[in-house]
């Protein structure tokens, strides 16, 4: 099953598809895509983001394999959802989307083993988490300013039931900037695999329901300037469409 979270008409609504343009309402109403505001699918928790998670993509960025998952911490303040604007602040030289597969906790998990990794997830949502890259102190230590920024990290349009979802291990992901594919990689190519990353944060950390494992990028990242369409997808989860925009638009 598919979901959404939706502004509409004064108040937040969760929503399923109904056809190609327009969403059924909980209460049953039937509404055009254009007609509402996307939010991200579920009121999420902790946003644990990965980094340089697949090989080809740590290879691009001139570095070798990790010994152990490179994880760090992102507020709630950062998500938007689909259709939502990200800035890009008018100093930035370099600044580039991220296609991930978005892993949804559904129980609290503290100390899980990989065995049984899988039975905590409670379904998948498709990620674009940008990064500017000239803000970067360390590329083992991503700083606040690259990965915390309000509005860098959109989510949508739907949370996908892991039910649903029978191998989150062999979807295509992508990403099109003004139509034209610029990433292109397949979730079998993670090197650490979902049942490793709940293993191991878990191992120090308590995963509490709605807790987000961002699981990295592949390879084809490309710089975007304000006014570039960016659509961020995945196989079976969904097409994640947002727009940069620049300084003027948040009044700054």
Known sequence: MKTARVAYSGAIHTATPYDDSRLRLADGRIVLHDDVVWLPPFEAG???????NYA??????????????????????????HRGHTRRPADATFMH??????????????????????????????????AIRDYLENWYRPNLRVKNRDTCTVLGPWFVDAADVPDPHALALRTLV?????????????????PALIEYLSGFMTLAPGDVILTGTP??????????????????IGSLRNTIVGDDVFGR
Do not use: W
């Open 178 to 194: 003004n139509g034209v594919v610029t990433q292109q990689g397949n979730t079998r190519d993670m090197v650490f695999d979902i």
């Open 56 to 81: 080809e993509h740590a290879k691009e960025l001139s570095f070798g394999a990790q010994q152990e998952p490179l994880a760090f911490l992102k507020g709630p303040g950062a998500l938007i959802g």
């Open 46 to 52: 902790t946003i644990v983001a990965l980094g340089l």
């Open 97 to 130: 989307y991220e296609c991930e597969l978005a892993v949804v906790i559904g129980r609290s998990a503290a100390g899980v083993r990989r065995d049984c990794a899988m039975d905590y997830v409670a379904g998948y949502t498709v990620a674009n988490d940008y």
């Open 219 to 236: 390879d084809g990242v490309v710089d975007v300037k304000p006014g570039d369409e960016v659509i961020t997808e995945i196989d079976g």
